[in-house]
Structure formats: structure tokens, C-alpha cells
């Protein structure tokens, strides 16, 4: 495990953005891979989720392959990923995509908002997804 500081960032490193958008790290990691994917137009998920495939830290662009559970960035500290594979969107273990099932610990009333398709209903979940290129 390395030592470097959690907040270490890229100087002009791309998604930066010019300023604007700081003292906002209150997001929960769930509101954090959101809010990625919706900048970066690439599903997102965060440390924690069981996810397979290619995936690259939100914040310096380190690649990973992973297989189980996501990890923390082992370069930066970040937790949010984003999927870098093409093809159907993954679905993390234990969750499902589009089922229409009770959350209550999430939001009670999901905003849809044009334009943004997070998981469409009847969405395919693929298993046995062959990792091997
Ligand atoms: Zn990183």
C-alpha cells in the first residue's frame, strides 16, 4: 500500500475543469460515480461495487483490470472508475439493472431528467461476460 496523499492531482490533467467546483466533496460515493459519468459520458461505479472489466480512475487515469471488487485508485486515492470497455453496461453484483424494485434506502423518487439515461428499463444483463480479448 502506498503512502501518497488522497488528494494529489493531475495540473491540467483533463476533466479538471477551470475551477468552480471547489469545496464540493460531500457526494457519497454512489452521487460521486454519477456525477463522472455524467461528465464523462462513460458508466462510472465506485470502490466497493463487484464489477468486472477495464477501468480507469476518474481522477489521474490510471487503468486497472479488475475482477472482483473495485478498489480505491492505488495511484490516487480515488474511488471513482470508469468503465473503459465497450458493449453493455456492467452490472454490479448484487444489484440489479432495471428491475423495478423497492429502494428505500435510496432516493424514494427518482428525478428522470432529459436526456439522461442512466439504466433504461429491460436492460440486458449479460452473464458470463468473457474477459479474455
Ligand atoms: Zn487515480
Redesign the pocket.
Known sequence: MGSLPPQRRQAGGPGGGPGGRAGRTNLSPKEGAEEAERRLGKPCFHAGQKVQGTYA?V????QIRNRGTLPT?P????IVWAYMESGPRPVPEGEQAGAPRPAPAQAPTATVEEGVSLQPPGVTVTEGVKLQP
Open positions: 480512475c481522477a489521474c487515469q490510471f485508485c495511484d490516487c486515492g480515488e
